[in-house]
C-alpha cells in the first residue's frame, strides 16, 4: 500500500501514517505502483495534457493514471497516439533532452520511507548471503553467485544488493546482449554501469544469429509465439555459463507483480532452463515503489530510458511493450521504429493479410498464433510396420539421410556403429547410471538398433523387449525432425543443461557424448523440449496434438 502526506507532498510506502509530519495519508496505489517522474517526461506529459507540470508533484500510478499534486488523473495517450500527436512534438522532444534525475520533495521522500527500505534491504541482503552459505556448505561441486544483468531498474538493484550482501565487487556479472536493446541500455551498460563499478566484470552474453532473418523465417514473435527468448537471451547465457568453474547461483531482477505467469514463481528455483543453474530472486516480493525507492536511497545511475518514461526496459520490438513504449520509441528513436514497421509490414504482405496497416499500427500482430500464413512445417512423420519383427517400425523422412543424423542419436545412449556393404547398423544403449565416487548404480539398457541405408530416407528401428517402443519410436520423431528442420538457431543449445549440443562454428548440429551424461529414461531434455522436438516445428505448427512423453 502506499499512502499520499497531502502536507509534506510525498508518498508513504507500508504505512498510513506520515513518519515526518504524523498526518494521516490517503490511499493512492494498493498495488505498489507508484515511479517517480522525471522531468524529460514531465515534458512530454505537459503536451499531452496541455498544461505545464514541470514543477508539480508528479507520480505514476500504473494503467495510464498519474498521481498529479496528490490527486489522480488519468493521461489520455490512446487517441494522441493513434492521431500521431506525438510526431508533431518529437523533434521537441529529442532536441532538449533533461537529464535531471532528482524529484520534487526528494529528501523528505526518503527519510520518510528510510526505515521502511531499510528493512527491504536487510532481508533481502540476508537471503542473498544465507543461499549462498547454504549452497556452498551442502552441494558436493562448487557454484560461483552470478548476475543476470539485463540494463534495467531491476537488475540494477540486485546487482547492488548481491555485491553489498556478498561484500564483493568482483561477482560476475552477464550481460544477455540480444542485439535488440534500446541504446540507452547498451549505454548503460558498457559506459555508465562500468564507470560507477569498475571492478565489477560485466562478460556479454551474445550471440551469431540474426534476428530479422529469423523473423522470415518464423514470422515476427508474437506473445504466444516468443521464439526470440529462447534463441536470443537462454541459448547464449548457457554457452556463457559453461565456462564457469562450476555451476552457477544466478540473481535475477524478477518479481512476482510483473505478471501473473510470475505470481507462482517459487523464490529460488533449483530446476531452471538451464540445468547448470540456480535461479535466485532476492527481489521476488518488492514492488515497484519499492525499486524506485531503493535505486533513490542508494543514489544509483539508473538507464536513461526511464527518465523518458519507458516503465520496462527491453528489446524495442518486444510485443509485450505496450503502446506508450511504442510510442516513445518512434519519439526517440524513429529510425528503430521504422525498421521494426518495415519488417511487420512486411509479413503481412507476405501473409496475406487483408488490412495490413490495421495488423501493424494496432499491434494485431502481437497475438498471432502458429504459421499465422506461414508455410506450416510438416510435423507428422510417417512409420510404418517393418517386416524384420513385430516390434520393428520403419520411420520415413523427406530429408536424405547421411552420416552427420548420428549425432542425432547421441543423447538416447551410447553409439556402437557398424558399417556393411547394405546399411550401417547402430546399436544405441544407455549410458550407466554412476554414482559421486564412481561406483555403477544402475547399468545401462539397451534400446534398440537402427538400420539406416545412407542416402535413402528410410530408419528401421528394432526395439529391445521390456522398452517402451511407443515413447521411444516418437522421441526419434521428434529427433528427425530436428535433422529436417535445422536452421542453426541455436535453441538446442540452450536446453543441455551439460552444455553439450552446439549448433555453431562449423557443424550443423553436434553433441558432446562426453559431456551428455544421462540416459532416455533420466534426461532427454533436449529431445522434447519442444513441440514435435524442434522449435521451427513449434512456432510454424498448425493445430498442436502433444505425444505422450
Given amino acids: ?180 536493446e534500446f541504446p540507452t541500455t547498451y549505454q548503460y551498460v558498457e559506459s555508465e554501469f562500468r564507470n560507477e563499478n569498475p571492478f565489477t566484470p560485466m562478460l556479454p552474453s551474445e550471440t551469431e544469429n540474426d534476428f530479422f532473418k529469423l523473423c522470415q523465417v518464423f514470422g515476427p514473435p508474437s506473445k504466444f509465439e516468443r521464439w526470440c527468448c529462447t534463441i536470443f537471451k537462454t541459448s547464449n547465457l548457457n554457452s556463457e555459463l559453461q565456462n564457469l568453474e562450476g555451476d552457477s547461483l544466478s540473481f535475477l531482477g524478477i518479481r512476482r507483480s510483473e505478471s501473473r505467469e510470475r505470481q507462482n514463481y517459487e523464490r529460488t528455483q533449483k530446476d531452471s532452463k538451464i540445468g547448470s543453474q540456480i535461479n535466485a530472486m532476492p527481489l521476488i516480493d518488492w514492488k515497484d515503489c519499492d525499486v524506485w525507492l531503493y535505486i533513490l536511497y542508494k543514489s544509483l545511475i ?87 519383427s513385430e516390434r520393428a517400425r520403419n520411420i520415413i523422412i523427406k530429408k536424405k539421410l547421411s552420416r552427420d543424423v548420428l549425432e542425432f542419436f547421441k543423447p538416447f545412449g551410447k553409439l556402437d556403429v557398424f558399417d556393411k556393404e547394405d546399411a550401417t547398423y547402430i546399436t544405441i544403449q544407455e549410458k550407466d547410471i554412476i554414482s559421486p565416487d564412481g561406483m555403477v548404480l544402475q547399468p545401462g539398457r539397451k534400446l534398440c538398433q537402427i538400420i539406416i541405408a545412407f542416402g535413402t530416407n528410410i530408419i528401421k528401428v528394432l526395439p529391445e523387449k521390456g522398452i517402451d517402443a511407443l515413447l521411444l519410436i516418437n522421441r526419434i520423431k521428434c529427433q528427425m525432425r530436428k535433422y529436417q528442420f535445422c536452421i542453426r538457431c541455436t535453441a538446442c543449445d540452450s536446453v543441455c543443461p551439460y552444455g553439450a549440443i552446439t549448433t555453431t562454428g562449423n557443424e550443423r548440429y553436434h553433441v558432446d557424448a562426453v559431456k551428455c551424461k544421462q540416459n532416455m529414461s533420466a534426461c532427454s531434455k533436449c529431445i522434447a523440449k519442444f513441440y514435435n522436438g524442434c522449435i521451427t516445428c513449434q512456432v510454424l505448427a498448425g493445430k498442436k496434438k502433444y505425444f505422450r512423453r
Wanted: positive net charge; hydrophobic residues 35%; contains cysteine.
Fill in 1 to 180: 500500500m502506499v499512502y499520499w502526506c497531502e502536507h509534506c507532498a510525498i508518498p508513504i510506502i507500508g504505512k498510513e501514517i506520515c513518519p515526518i509530519c504524523y498526518g494521516k495519508g490517503k490511499l493512492i496505489s494498493a498495488n505498489g505502483v507508484c515511479n517517480p517522474v522525471f522531468r524529460q517526461e514531465k515534458k512530454l506529459l505537459s503536451l499531452i495534457w496541455g498544461m505545464d507540470v514541470s514543477e508539480s508533484f508528479v507520480w505514476y500510478l500504473g494503467a495510464g493514471y498519474y498521481l498529479l499534486n496528490g490527486k489522480r488523473k488519468r493521461l489520455p495517450f490512446g487517441d494522441f497516439y493513434k492521431r500521431k500527436h506525438h510526431m508533431e512534438i518529437a523533434e521537441i522532444l529529442r532536441g532538449d533532452i533533461d537529464k535531471g534525475d532528482s524529484i520534487p520533495n526528494q529528501e523528505q521522500f526518503l527519510h520518510a520511507n528510510e526505515s521502511y527500505i531499510i528493512d527491504k534491504i536487510f532481508e533481502a541482503e540476508n537471503y542473498v548471503k544465507q543461499l549462498y552459505e547454504d549452497i556452498a556448505r551442502n552441494q558436493k561441486h562448487p557454484y560461483m553467485p552470478t548476475v543476470s544483468f539485463s540494463g534495467g531498474k531491476d537488475s540494477t538493484v540486485v546487482s547492488r544488493i548481491v555485491r553489498d550482501a556478498l561484500q564483493s565487487e568482483t561477482i560476475i556479472h552477464y550481460f544477455g546482449n540480444t542485439t535488440l
Fill in 302 to 388: 539508473f538507464n536513461e530510458a526511464y527518465r523518458w518514461g519507458y516503465k520496462r526496459v527491453g528489446c524495442f520490438c518486444c510485443p509485450n511493450n505496450s503502446d506508450w513504449s511504442s510510442m516513445l520509441t518512434e519519439i526517440y528513436y524513429p529510425e528503430l521504429s521504422d525498421k521494426w514497421k518495415k519488417v511487420l509490414y512486411n509479413f503481412a504482405e507476405k501473409t496475406g493479410k487483408t488490412e495490413a496497416e490495421d495488423y501493424v499500427e494496432n499491434g494485431k500482430w502481437k497475438t498471432r498464433k502458429g504459421a499465422s500464413g506461414l508455410t506450416t512445417r510438416n510435423v507428422a512423420i510417417a512409420d510404418t510396420a517393418c517386416n524384420l
